[in-house]
């Protein structure tokens, strides 16, 4: 064959890896050579303009003598030139290929895949529906939520339950003993500071001895009943978020309800009894806990004898304060639980998933939790309490 | 890259959980270029052995050498390195939830190599199209069947070409023609890339089809019981518990490790 017949293409790669090519007449010989390996060689994607410049070919064959060792990388560039080779109707003539690079080539599409149609945009107007919807689905299922555990909740106290004990007492531990340090930490700092800043106003009317009062009724009244709860929002209603979002994850969920147990029985309701049950008890604690912390202070460096301090402390709260905190103590810990629960349940299936059930569950615990104590503490104020 | 060197050696192993040994005493080879099989029943230890295999569970005893190598006597930055040229099929497929089918195979080629993105583009599509996922490559694990996912599990365990894949279960929940062709892909990869493939699996026809070599695990002694193909093992084994799962028969009464 004469040398004028014949016309060179090489790759640009200037490692030697990669191709080159030599026209006979209407057939291109695509010499593959050294290693095609991933990092190695780059994927060349001067594909279609070696077939385009040569317009005239009918056929492309391949001389693989010097192609060493090869992986994905050669399978990308086969490709790329198949598909360049139907765009311009050149016969792709893979019999010189290896066998195992041919097999492997069969297994690729000849064509583009199409991709995914684009998802419909859709408007304000709709999106905005689509949400208000949605809020109000979320309304009516937590409102039915609530019915049942109540409802459940009644009739559990009747004895009447398909709850399983032993899930009941697990909660309650969980909720109940394994709380006690965190609720003690923070209740005897929130009393000792209580007693701090309280002594400096005082001081100045000479009153340092109403600092008794000041700490017993704010924590009895208010701070133990809350500091409690977001404790509790924090430590076990993201707890309850998480543990159920992973078992939707794990298809546990799934495995209940193909079983008809009723989620209400089997997940909410022990959970829900034991912050119920519980949060009073911490609540009890957390005050007895706050005052020891404003006595300690009051004592030890603010030279109040400990005698007056507890006589001060006594005379100031009444039995009706401590049934106000404990009312919303159980009000809280039934919103914490529900909260949790229902974030859990309504999470999706990912990893990622469970820890945003996990922070809702903390953020909605929380928020709700003042927000009812702002609507107890209007509801006193009205009622002249 | 010399691909010829590589290969795993495993001599007098012990893998189990704190106290509780799982398998002990456990020694074989894999060629380079082979298939190999971890076979037995179910419950014996093949997913724990081959976590001591890729790293994931030091053994308590014993070595396991890659090309010569001894992996767990190596430093930790040294057993990353040679774990690099490992691909996992993990038995769920363990993908992350968080992202797609086709990012999940584009991560190791972003964290690993300095190839542009729309190169990793072309060698996830065409990964993806080896492993027969045509549609769902932008779906996120959730939607995915479990076939799919074991295939983009696959894809991602190939997406730094590896030179050896471990596999564990590949076949478990495909249908019979989804099985064949992956089959046939574990075949093509070893043929046409040069991988070394160490799979655990049960299911017989698969195993009968493409493995070389492999080593039988037992679940009561906890120690392998038998070596050799599985064709082979169908053919001929003393061991009368080997016979009857190779042959997928009621093991007699008499002898049986898990006899009556």
Redesign the interface.
């Known amino acids: 064959m004469a040398k004028a017949e014949t016309s060179d293409v090489t790759s640009d790669d200037p490692s030697g890896h990669g191709w080159t090519s030599r026209i006979h007449g209407a057939t291109t010989v695509v010499s593959l050579q050294g290693d095609w390996l991933v990092g190695e060689t780059y994927v060349d994607r001067g594909v279609s303009r070696l077939l385009h410049e040569y317009g005239s070919l009918d056929r492309v064959g391949f001389d693989t003598e010097r192609l060493g060792h090869w992986d994905t990388t050669l399978l990308v560039f086969l490709s790329q030139l198949r598909r360049a080779s139907a765009h311009y109707n050149i016969d792709f003539d893979e019999t010189g290929l290896p066998s195992t690079a041919r097999r492997l080539l069969d297994l690729l599409p000849l064509r583009e895949l199409s991709a995914a149609p684009a998802i419909r945009s859709i408007s304000i107007a709709q999106d905005v529906g689509v949400q208000v919807i949605g809020i109000w689905a979320e309304i009516v299922a937590v409102t039915t939520l609530v019915g049942e555990a109540t409802l459940a909740t009644a009739s559990a106290l009747r004895g009447h339950t398909r709850m399983r004990r032993i899930d009941l007492l697990t909660c309650m531990q969980e909720a109940g003993l394994e709380a006690l340090p965190i609720v003690s930490i923070v209740n005897v700092l929130v009393g000792a500071i209580l007693a701090f800043v309280g002594s400096i106003e005082l001081r100045r009317f000479g009153a340092d001895v109403y600092i008794a009062n000041l700490v017993a009724i704010a924590v009895l009244r208010e701070m133990a009943a809350l500091m409690t709860a977001i404790v509790m929002s924090g430590r076990t209603g993201g707890a309850y978020a998480a543990q159920i979002a992973t078992m939707q994850g794990s298809e546990e969920i799934d495995a209940l309800r193909s079983f008809g147990i009723p989620l209400l029985d089997y997940l909410i309701l022990p959970r829900v009894l034991a912050l119920i049950s519980m949060m009073p008890i911490l609540y009890l604690y957390g005050s007895a806990i706050g005052i020891v912390g404003g006595f300690a202070v009051a004592v030890a460096m603010l030279k109040i004898s400990p005698s007056i301090f507890m006589a001060q402390a006594a005379g100031a709260v009444t039995l009706a304060e401590l049934l106000f905190g404990l009312a919303k103590s159980v009000a809280f810990g039934a919103l914490i639980a529900i909260a949790g629960c229902r974030v859990g349940l309504r999470a999706g299936r990912s990893a990622a998933d469970v820890g945003r059930a996990a922070t809702t569950a903390v953020v909605v615990g929380i928020v709700g939790v003042i927000a009812l104590d702002a609507v107890f503490a209007v509801c006193a104020n009205t009622l002249d309490f | 890259?010399n691909?010829a060197a590589v290969k795993l050696q495993v001599e007098r192993l012990s893998v189990g959980y704190g106290e509780r040994i799982v398998q002990h005493n456990v020694s074989f080879t894999v060629a380079a270029g082979s298939i190999f099989a971890i076979m037995g029943g179910s419950g014996c230890g093949k997913s724990t052995l081959l976590q001591a295999l890729i790293g994931l569970l030091r053994p308590s005893a014993g070595s396991v050498c890659f090309g010569g190598e001894d992996y767990w006597s190596a430093t930790e930055a040294r057993r990353t390195e040679i774990g690099r040229r490992f691909g996992v099929l993990f038995q769920s497929g363990a993908l992350w939830?968080?992202m797609t089918a086709a990012q999940n195979v584009a991560l190791p080629?972003e964290m690993f190599?300095?190839?542009d993105a729309?190169?990793i583009d072309?060698?996830v599509?065409?990964?993806l199209?080896?492993v027969?996922l045509?549609v769902g490559?932008?779906s996120?694990?959730?939607s995915l069947s479990g076939g799919m996912l074991k295939r983009v599990g696959l894809a991602r365990a190939?997406s730094?070409?590896p030179d050896m894949l471990f596999l564990d279960e590949p076949s478990a929940g495909l249908d019979p023609v989804s099985a064949k062709r992956l089959d046939d892909?574990i075949l093509?990869?070893c043929?046409?890339?040069?991988v070394t493939v160490v799979l655990v699996s049960h299911d017989l026809e698969s195993l009968l089809n493409i493995c070389d070599d492999g080593i039988f695990l037992d679940g009561n002694t906890n120690t392998a019981i038998a070596h050799g193909s599985p064709k082979a093992l169908r053919a001929h084994c003393d061991n009368p518990f080997v016979h009857a799962f190779m042959n997928r028969e009621q093991p007699g009464a008499e002898g049986s490790p898990h006899g009556s």
């Open positions: 890259m691909r939830s968080s080629l190599t300095k190839l729309p190169t072309a060698l599509q065409v990964k199209s080896l027969g045509d490559r932008d996120m694990p959730a190939l730094l070409e892909l093509d990869l043929h046409g890339f040069g």
